[in-house]
């Protein structure tokens, strides 16, 4: 596959992640260009955030659910599901951060990988 094929389907497979996190109102939702970021392997990471571990679980789903419906994928690598404090879906091309607001405060991976491209969305 070439390089600008793969990059278009991550750049898709990262909007169709932003819709599922708008459907069920994530917070402050970012997605972070990693193509031109030293030692990362995907392309893009998504992060969002919720109050409740109710809302980060719903968002979580709901991604899921929008990306395989969309494109038929399941992500590669889950974590974090037990707890709903933070999860991870691993799409490869596309690394899915879902916190709870305290957890993404902690973290502050927007931060830890300053040098990427970051673009912003709302929920509707």
Known sequence: MSKNKKSSLSEMLAEVVIHGMQEK??????????????STLSDF???CHA??????????KSV??????????????????????WILLDFI?????????EKRSHFRLEDLWGDAQVSSYQSA
């Open 25 to 38: 109102k994530g917070n402050e939702i970012v997605r972070m260009d990693m193509r031109e970021v030293n």
């Open 45 to 47: 990471f998504v992060i």
């Open 51 to 60: 109050d409740s571990t109710v809302q980060v679980n719903a968002i979580a």
């Open 64 to 85: 899921e659910d929008e990306v395989y419906k969309t494109l038929g994928q399941d992500p590669w690598h889950k974590e974090g599901q037990g707890n709903g404090e």
């Open 93 to 101: 091309d596309v690394v899915v951060h879902v916190f709870k607001t």
